[in-house]
């Protein structure tokens, strides 16, 4: 059974850092895309970024140059480092990863910034 499981988040002041994972059993983040989405409250669910299974990356336009989304094979987790955080960052963020035409998303982990 494919699990994904988020960690990480919290409370941050802006301008601060923060790294979340998303740590995956039952199946491989080598050769798998693997997304970072998130949730703000009374917003639809957006895109963060991308790590395809060749090791390309994309962003939304707002966080690249301050987000990095990276994969540890060996952990079979995939991070997502977030730095110089903004008030609008403050969400919850999912992880995902389509296996076989299904998509699976962990439950989410709150992250908060206050200033």
């Known amino acids: 059974q494919v699990q994904l499981v988020e960690s990480g988040g919290g409370l941050v002041r802006a301008g601060g850092s923060l790294r979340l994972s998303c740590t995956v059993s039952?199946?491989?983040?080598?050769?798998?895309?693997v997304d970072w989405y998130r949730q703000a409250p009374d917003n639809q669910r957006e895109f963060v970024a991308t790590?395809?299974?060749?090791?390309?990356?994309d962003y939304q336009p707002s966080v690249k140059g301050r987000f990095t989304i990276s994969r540890d094979n060996a952990k079979n987790t995939v991070y997502l480092q977030m730095n110089s955080l903004k008030l609008d960052d403050t969400a919850v963020y999912y992880c995902?990863?389509?296996?076989?035409?299904?998509?699976?998303w962990g439950q989410g982990t709150q992250v908060t910034v206050f200033s």
């Open positions: 790590v395809t299974g060749s090791g390309t990356t």
């Open positions: 039952g199946t491989t983040v080598t050769g798998n895309i």
């Open positions: 995902n990863t389509a296996i076989a035409g299904t998509i699976y």
